[in-house]
């Protein structure tokens, strides 16, 4: 199966950029959810509920936006 975006350039020059960067913006995601996770498990004895209180607002603004690590390969 294939699937193509056509974009209809420059008109369209800041969706395609998004569309092209998507795996990028994705990967921003994924390495900010990881240092918040390392970051929680380094600050165990003094446990900063902030650091999880941020990740916890990153799963969900993703679930908001139907999007999920999972989609990532």
Known sequence: MKAILEF??????????????????????????IYLEREIECALEHYDQDLQSIRDKLHELMA??????????
Do not use: G, R, T, Y
């Open 8 to 33: 209809d350039l420059p008109d369209d020059k800041s969706n395609h950029e998004v569309a092209v960067h998507a795996m990028d913006f994705a990967l921003v995601c994924w390495d900010l959810d």
């Open 64 to 73: 908001e936006h139907n999007v999920s690590f999972d989609m990532i390969e």
